[in-house]
């Protein structure tokens, strides 16, 4: 099938490529008559921002808000657009290219090598670079062999692209598609400022007497694995500054960069940060140079707020500037207070993640959520959905692989609502597959499920491809249709329940876990008791329960009818109790078997053992050498378990 529609395409591409191809110069003489920078990959870029005055996008709205995710591409602070570019014979070739990418069938970078007619952009994967809109609109422009000015025209009007979309025009020499790969954002355009009136800034970090002295940071991480992500991004671009890790001999007190990555879900967020920060601000006070760094959902949720509370703050970064610490501190050195907490797109890495793990590493697919649960804060800390390239997410991961990686985990706050939000869609099954089929990449996981986008190709894709791992994260927050409706969950207690029996059909091995919330606003003893039936149920190898803790900006919050405290932990204790012994009960059945595990480290508490997981993510430990196993899959005959680990035999 695939061949097959390869072949049309390349025969309806071949007419275009004999009367185009006369009309292209080469990338060499659009060097010479270029009017912007370019270097020699080619890639166009001024740093002049050049603000289009859009007109109002047709899109549907985000469920239940009136916000509109693609409203934010036309914010003023873009300065330049990264494309790439296929160029087809006619309509009816792009929109079976069209089709193509759409079904995950084909990449975009694949249709540029293979079938474009451009002769520029075709060795270069499609590749046309940073194109800055400022004199679009002149005819003699470097890009006129790959983009008309027809075109570029359209582009610069076009408001309707995010970062990944695929948008398709015609030109007189036929159709091109084109690809929104990045945006650059001018970042100092959308943050506050504020001149600081005392002068114990980040440069001031440095000690005149002693300039050359090495500075280190600490960096504190709470919360989710986004978060854990986020700071190995935030350590790779301090130390792209040659700012290093403070050793661990060494204490908290002596660091020049101090940065706190928070975690806003449940309550106390907010004393926790100024309890963790205030010693520093104490050494700031009395004269000592530090950089003081909040950052994660605290950071942008609170805001300005923070500098109010605690004036020694240099830096309030909300996640999704996390990219953008190394720029964002250039702010800080320059002797002012930034608040970066104006929703943004993500933009791509510039600077390498500094991961903690040598054989596991996280690869973020999509950000931000765009559901609206009653009782959650992350849709206003993370921001809308935004889904990277599957190109990108391709491209890092082969990336890992090459510097010996072994398993990536993907991660999205709904991880299997990936693609819905790009042009044309993509869907995560897609996805699964073909970060599944990368050659050398062990191990494939994913987190965190939503069950209203978990789709019986999901539970395929995981069961057909050897290297997605058995394991599922869904969370269900109650077994109570009431209570579901009420949280604004978008599934029922049955559909959830189809979901799992899906997966214990296809793959009765699966490892299964979940998150739960209990006393929500008005849940009775017997919604409550309605969620450990579900739970009896299915059994799970592990559920993260929680108590409800009223969060502000949630709606939720505001309800008159909250559970007491008492009730709440009486619940907890309940289904804390029931959970323990179902853990223990799945991981008990395991002994006497036989696992594949994939060796991680070595186990602190006994330096003889070693863990890794199985496929189904069940933590294992055996007697080995790290210097020899580290990194390989191996097989552990199952000796014993625990309530949250097995032990083994290296067979
Ligand atoms: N996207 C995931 C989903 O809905 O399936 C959940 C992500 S959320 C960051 C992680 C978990 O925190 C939720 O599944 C929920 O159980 C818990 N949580 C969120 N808000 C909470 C609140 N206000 N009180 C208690 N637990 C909360
Ligand atoms: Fe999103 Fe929070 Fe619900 S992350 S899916 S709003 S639990």
């Given at each position: 099938?695939?061949l097959?529609l ?12 004999n ?21 020699s990959?080619?890639t ?6 050049t ?31 990264r494309?790439?570019h ?5 309509e009816?070739?792009a ?16 249709v540029?090598?293979?079938?474009s007619a ?5 060795s270069?994967?499609?590749e ?7 004199g ?8 006129d062999p790959?983009?008309?000015l ?8 076009s ?15 036929g159709?091109?598609?084109i ?7 001018d970042?100092?355009?959308?943050t ?10 980040w ?17 504190e991480?709470?919360?989710?694995q986004m978060?854990?992500?986020d700071?190995?991004r935030?350590?790779?671009?301090l130390?792209?500054?040659n ?13 020049d ?13 907010e ?13 700031k006070?009395?004269?000592e140079?530090?950089?003081i760094?909040v950052?994660g ?5 609170e805001g300005?707020?923070?500098l109010?509370?605690c004036p ?6 909300g996640p ?26 993500i ?6 993640p500094?991961r ?8 973020n697919?999509i ?13 206003s ?5 935004q889904?990277r ?5 391709l491209?890092?991961?082969?990336g890992?692989v090459?510097?010996g990686y ?9 991880i ?7 042009s044309p869609k993509r869907?995560?099954?897609d996805?699964?597959?073909m970060?599944?089929?990368i050659?050398g ?5 994913f987190?965190?499920?939503h ?25 269900f927050?109650?077994g ?8 604004g969950?978008?599934h029922?207690?049955r ?10 059909r ?5 490892g ?6 209990v006393?929500f606003?008005?849940?009775?003893e017997?919604?409550f008791e309605?969620t450990?039936?579900?739970m ?6 592990n ?7 009223p ?18 932990n009486e ?5 804390n ?6 853990a ?7 002994v ?28 294992v ?7 020899e196993?580290e990194?390989?899959i191996?097989?552990v005959k199952?000796?014993?378990s ?9 067979c």
């Amino acid at each position: 099938m695939r061949l097959h529609l390869f072949a049309r395409i390349l025969l309806l591409c071949a007419a275009v490529s004999n009367i185009t191809t006369d009309a292209f110069i080469s990338p060499a003489s659009i060097l010479s008559r270029s009017k912007l920078h370019l270097s020699s990959d080619f890639t166009l870029y001024s740093k002049t921002p050049t603000p289009s005055t859009p007109p109002t996008p047709s899109y549907p709205t985000l469920r239940g808000t009136s916000t509109d995710s693609r409203q934010i591409v036309s914010q003023t602070s873009t300065s330049a657009y990264r494309l790439r570019h296929v160029l087809l014979a006619s309509e009816s070739a792009a929109e079976e290219v069209m089709t193509l990418l759409k079904n995950g069938k084909l990449l975009f970078t694949e249709v540029a090598r293979t079938f474009s007619a451009c002769e520029i952009t075709r060795s270069k994967d499609g590749e046309v670079g940073w194109f800055d809109f400022s004199g679009h609109d002149v005819s003699d422009h470097p890009l006129d062999p790959i983009l008309p000015l027809s075109i570029r025209s359209e582009l610069a009007v076009s408001t309707s692209m995010k970062p990944g979309d695929i948008e398709m025009f015609t030109s007189e020499r036929g159709v091109h598609l084109i690809q929104l790969v990045d945006v650059m954002v001018d970042v100092s355009a959308k943050t506050k400022t504020r001149q600081r009136s005392d002068a114990n800034t980040w440069s001031t970090a440095v000690d005149p007497s002693n300039p050359k002295k090495q500075l280190y940071y600490t960096l504190e991480t709470m919360g989710c694995q986004m978060n854990i992500a986020d700071s190995e991004r935030m350590s790779g671009q301090l130390q792209n500054l040659n700012i290093l890790p403070l050793p661990p001999t060494s204490p908290s007190s002596s660091a020049d960069v101090v940065v706190l990555n928070t975690c806003s879900i449940r309550d106390h967020a907010e004393q926790k940060v100024y309890s963790y920060i205030g010693p520093h601000a104490k050494r700031k006070r009395s004269g000592e140079s530090v950089s003081i760094i909040v950052a994660g959902c605290v950071a942008e949720q609170e805001g300005e707020q923070l500098l109010r509370r605690c004036p020694e703050v240099d830096l309030v970064l909300g996640p999704q500037y996390a990219n953008r610490l190394g720029d964002l501190l250039e702010d800080v050195n320059n002797g002012n207070q930034v608040v970066a907490t104006e929703p943004e797109f993500i933009i791509e890495d510039i600077t390498k993640p500094k991961r903690d793990n040598k054989v596991c590493a996280w690869v973020n697919i999509i950000y931000g959520c765009n559901e609206r649960c009653a009782f959650c804060i992350v849709p206003s800390t993370r921001g809308v959905e935004q889904s990277r390239t599957a190109e990108s997410i391709l491209e890092e991961c082969k990336g890992l692989v090459q510097e010996g990686y072994k398993e990536v985990t993907l991660l999205g706050q709904n991880i299997d609502a990936y693609g819905r939000d790009l042009s044309p869609k993509r869907k995560f099954s897609d996805l699964l597959s073909m970060i599944g089929s990368i050659p050398g990449l062990e191990r494939v996981r994913f987190v965190t499920s939503h069950p209203r986008y978990m789709s019986d190709g999901v539970v395929d894709a995981v069961a057909d491809c050897e290297s997605v791992c058995n394991s599922f994260h869904i969370p269900f927050q109650s077994g109570s249709d009431k209570v579901l409706r009420e949280m604004g969950r978008g599934h029922t207690r049955r559909k959830y329940l189809n979901i799992i029996e899906k997966i214990r059909r296809k793959i009765p091995e699966a490892g299964i876990t979940a998150d739960v919330i209990v006393g929500f606003p008005g849940e009775t003893e017997g919604e409550f008791e309605d969620t450990l039936k579900l739970m009896e149920e299915v059994k799970f190898d592990n559920v993260n329960t929680a108590a409800y803790s009223p969060r502000p900006n949630t709606p939720a919050a505001e309800w008159t009818n909250q559970v007491d405290d008492d009730v709440k932990n009486e619940r907890l204790q309940r289904i804390n109790k029931l959970n323990l012994q179902h853990a223990k009960e799945r991981r008990a059945r395991m002994v006497g078997g036989f696992e594949k595990v994939l060796v991680e480290s070595r186990n602190v508490k006994n330096p003889k053992q070693v863990f890794g997981r199985t496929g189904g993510g069940y933590v294992v430990y055996f007697e080995g050498e790290i210097g020899e196993l580290e990194g390989k899959i191996v097989d552990v005959k199952i000796t014993a378990s625990s309530t949250y680990s097995l032990t083994g035999e290296l067979c």
